[in-house]
Nanobody, 123 residues
């Protein structure tokens, strides 16, 4: 399984970015996808996740109301729409995939990871 994340960049506070993650290879028949981020000197943290059917999503409290996760199963893709960005959102953002069961909040439950895309929010 290969995951390719894109869409990161430099944006001013209050701006928006849309991250994309495309999955390819021998992906699970039913799989969930998540976004995590890691700032310098900090642990990787959960941002958002979406289950196979797309009806259930999970959003971290720190980004709730500003970030939205969605997916297109026909394209094996997941998206993270980030609005009202803050300097504290600055991090490398990673997409990951897992079997559609169990917890979505922990890095240890994911099976495959993308390479990450840098998001920098200037004040």
């Amino acid at each position: 399984v290969q995951l390719q994340a894109s869409g990161g960049g430099l944006v001013q506070a209050g701006g928006s970015l849309r991250l994309s993650c495309a999955a390819s290879g021998r992906i699970f028949s039913n799989y969930g996808m998540g976004w995590f981020r890691q700032a310098p000197g900090k642990e990787r943290e959960f941002v958002a996740a979406i289950r196979w059917g797309g009806g259930a999503t999970y959003i971290a409290d720190s980004v709730k109301g500003r970030f939205t996760i969605s997916r297109d199963n026909a394209k094996n893709a997941v998206y993270l729409q980030m609005n009202s960005l803050k300097p504290e959102d600055t991090a490398v953002y990673y997409c990951a995939t897992k079997i559609d069961s169990g917890s979505y909040y922990y890095t240890s439950t994911y099976d495959y990871w993308g390479q990450g895309t840098q998001v920098t929010v200037s004040s």
